[in-house]
């Protein structure tokens, strides 16, 4: 462990990183976590509205500042986008200003501080989670409300515009290798370092299981979608037993699943029951219409479950494509399913998992890397 007890770092996140149960906070928390074990004494400023604060956040900080987000529908017509606009803090600002730590900004979210002219001269980074104008393009198309739609089209034309504050940040980190590549055809100093996830060594059981699985938070339209594809595209004819795990889904995709007699719904699984659904599984399906990110599910499937079958926008920037089974048509996503129920899930498959995982998502290894970037 590479000690480094006299290095502060305030990290600004656009939300409360506890419970970590979504892609961005997980990326938040457990490197906040990476951080403190490896002797960095963070100074944590969250932007709260919905997740209450959280004391377990604690132990792994210096400090813990919270701030409410203002929601309301005035910053829909500001020229900033919104999710900037409702992250503004007058005492924010005031606190950074106690000490001259460096500064990491957690998305294009919390950006606007890059600007703060009382801040300058100040080291600050940001972390990218997405190229987020692209992102929010791709819900606008899966999205099928009006309303929610235009709203969508409206904040991607204004991140798109808001985006170049990135070229006064000190070191832009990419989650992704596509995201590195974007932003380093428009940006200098940016670098790749990937998600830090819950993950130390894959846990994963040789042999087959009985089902597929498909897991995600069922109230997001990109799953939805994904899960009607799955069902009425793949699933739809063949005999092999299909679960569908996840939180809040929506009524018409209940209502979908319920006549397929193949399809299992598991609402809500608490995270040991999700495990064991992923652990016990013999293949974790994962497809995505958005080449966006990183889908930290992906992650999750591959410690943790045995055959991986995905589509190529899953894999995007991810470099894992060896630990996966790529099926991009319905056609040739049967024939894998078909295909994998066959074999057995050997040993040695296990050890290249291990061992292409530990190359590039090792957390011990790319904290060090993010602390002589942003410290």
């Known amino acids: 462990m590479n000690q480094s007890t006299d290095k502060h770092l305030h990290l600004v996140s656009f939300d409360v990183p506890w419970p970590a149960n979504y892609g961005g906070v997980i990326d938040v928390y457990f490197k906040l976590k990476a951080l403190a074990e490896h002797g960095v004494k963070i100074h944590l400023h ?56 460096p500064i990491l900004l957690e998305g294009l979210h919390t950006c606007q501080l890059i600007e703060e002219p009382r801040l300058g001269g100040r080291k600050i980074s940001v972390r990218t989670h997405n190229v987020e104008h692209e992102y929010y393009l791709h819900l606008a198309k899966a999205e099928p409300g009006i309303f929610k739609k235009y709203y969508f089209y409206n904040e991607s034309a204004k991140l798109k515009k808001f985006e170049p504050i990135l070229s006064k940040a000190a070191a832009i980190i990419a989650i992704s290798q596509k995201d590195e590549r974007y932003f380093s055809a428009h ?164 050890a290249l998992r291990k061992e292409k995982l530990d190359v590039l998502y090792h957390n011990g290894n790319n904290v060090e890397k993010l602390i002589r970037l942003v410290c």
């Open 46 to 101: 969250c932007f709260e509205y919905g997740r209450k604060p959280a004391p377990v956040l604690n132990d792994l900080c210096t400090e813990v500042q919270y701030y409410k987000r203002d929601i309301s529908k005035r910053h829909l017509f500001r020229q900033q986008p919104y999710i900037v606009s409702s992250r503004t803090s007058e005492q924010l600002v005031s606190n950074l200003l106690h000490d001259d730590y």
């Open 187 to 350: 940006y200098d100093n940016v670098h790749f370092v990937p998600a830090f996830h819950p993950h130390r060594e894959p846990q994963i059981s040789n042999g087959k299981g009985t089902y597929a699985l498909y897991h995600g938070n069922l109230s997001v339209a990109e799953n939805f979608n994904a899960v009607k594809y799955l069902a009425t595209k793949v699933f739809n004819d063949l005999k092999t037993p299909f679960k569908v795990a996840g939180l809040n889904p929506p009524a018409h995709l209940v209502k979908l699943l319920a006549p397929i007699p193949n399809i299992e719904l598991i609402e809500n699984p608490s995270d040991a029951e999700l495990f064991q659904l992923i652990h016990q599984a013999h293949i974790n399906v994962s497809v995505t219409f958005q080449a966006t990110g990183l889908k930290l599910k992906l992650l999750n499937t591959l410690y943790n479950g045995r055959f991986c079958l995905v589509n190529e926008p899953m894999l995007s920037g991810t470099a894992l494509d060896e630990l996966c089974v790529v099926a991009n048509e319905p056609e040739a996503m049967k024939a894998a399913v078909k295909e994998l129920f066959r074999k057995s899930f050997t040993a040695r498959e296990i």
